[in-house]
Structures are given as C-alpha cells and as structure tokens.
C-alpha cells in the first residue's frame, strides 16, 4: 500500500494499493479489486476485505462506482450493493466510516481531503475525465459540502507515466485548444506522428492551477511496474483477455 504524507491527517485514512497481498491467481494475481474483470468474484470480494481491513475500516463501507470514464460525481450518504453502483467516476462524502474507492489500471487514481471541513473525495482520472472535469466536479461537490480549495489536499496515485503512453496524432488536439501550455504533456514518440502523453504531469499542473492547499504525485509508471501495478495497456499490447484492476481509497475515521 503507498501513502502520502499530503493526506495524512487527522481522522483520514488512505491507500493506494498495488496488486500484491491477495487472494486471486493468474492475471489478476493478486489483490484484484475490480468485480469488472473477469475473475471469481468471491476472490474481489476477499481482497476488497483486505484492503478495508489495511485501513482499519469494515468491508462492507467500502464504495465504488461503475466507472464510465465521465465527470459525473456521486455524493455518497451509505454503501450501496454492488448490482446498484451509480454510473460515475468521482465519490464524495462527509460521512464516516465510509471508504471512497475508485478502480484503475493505468488510470490516475485521485484523492481529495478537507480535514478541517470533515469532506473526502475520490476520481477515477483516465485522460477523458482528466480534460471533461472529473477532479473539478469532485471538488466542487467538496465544496458545496464545506470544503474550501485552500484547504484541500488532493494526492494523484500510480498511473500509466509519460514513456508507457504512446498516443495517435489525433490526440493533442483537444489538449492543446483548451491551452497551448498543454503542449508540455507532448514528447515525441519514436513512431513518427505518435507522441507520449504525461497524463500524471496534465492532471498535476490542472489542480496546481485551481488553488488547493497542496498536490502530491506518484511517479510510478503502472504499464511499466508488472510486478505492483495492473495495466490495460500492458494487457493489450500482449494480446492477453482481461486484466485486473487496483484500488485507492479514502476515508473518514472516527
């Protein structure tokens, strides 16, 4: 499990864990989180339990959503059954006990917390949600609920990095009409017309920009790291069937 000394604070508890310390075999070995995948779902459920447990909170708190790769954010006032999960990539709450999750595999996983205000957040951040506002619809549910930027302290997890991300030609394009600064997240793949995209580095400077009290980053490059990370593109680029997938997690403790 990696930590951030950004989000340790008091009566908040998170985690960004790797795929080591569970129960599930073969491609999702081992501690595969993601009902999604194809993998048995009494295993999930198993490494789910670990995970809360490594937070010290009960199995059955645990939220996540049915990710879309959208902005849309869901203001969490209890857990939800699993057949129920809203379609959403960012949770917030102010209640405790509950533990916000979001599921990734080379995905950006971001946590969000006012100590001060007793409000968390979580968002799934692949690059779609990263430029249609899934960290800003997070925070400002935060903030309805009595955040402030000034206070809040957000931690972006272990995500595909610059030199795993070869993206077409057509992809700077909507980047850099919302900034040419955007142009900085662009390195010149060795494929001609092809470029690497710094995802972690665009998500960072975003929420730079918005004023919050502070962001860490993870420089783990999860495509790169098989033996801690899953990955959908090292998955794909091999031709395997399915991948498992990591969780994050925040909470409010008592």
Request: glycine share 12%.
């Amino acid at each position: 499990m990696i930590t951030f000394e950004t989000l340790d604070l008091p009566g908040i508890a998170h985690g960004f864990f790797t795929r080591e310390g569970g129960v599930s075999e073969g491609l999702y070995a081992s501690l595969n989180c993601g009902f999604g995948s194809g993998d048995e779902p009494e295993r999930v459920a198993e490494n789910r339990a670990r995970a809360m447990r490594r937070l010290e909170i009960a199995p059955g708190s645990l939220v996540t959503c049915y990710q879309v790769h959208s902005a849309a954010v869901v203001e969490v006032e209890a857990p939800w059954r699993r057949e129920e999960a809203p379609r959403a990539d960012a949770l917030v709450t102010t209640r405790r006990g509950l533990a916000l999750g979001v599921l990734t595999a080379d995905c950006a996983p971001v946590l969000f917390a006012d100590a001060e205000a007793g409000v968390i957040g979580a968002a799934h951040a692949g690059w779609r949600g990263a430029i249609g506002g899934v960290c800003e619809a997070a925070l400002a549910a935060m903030v309805k609920h009595g955040a402030r930027p000034e206070r809040i302290v957000a931690a972006i997890g272990p995500a595909i990095g610059q030199p795993s991300y070869e993206v077409g030609p057509e992809f700077p394009a909507p980047f850099l009409a919302e900034s040419p600064q955007n142009a900085d997240f662009f390195a010149p793949s060795q494929r001609e017309g092809r470029f690497l995209f710094d995802l972690g580095g665009y998500l960072e400077r975003k929420l730079r920009s918005l004023g919050l009290a502070e962001v860490a980053r993870s420089q783990d490059d999860t495509a790169a790291d098989e033996r801690r990370f899953f990955s959908w593109r090292r998955t794909s680029l091999r031709g395997e069937k399915d991948y498992g997938r990591g969780l994050s997690a925040i909470a409010l403790v008592p």
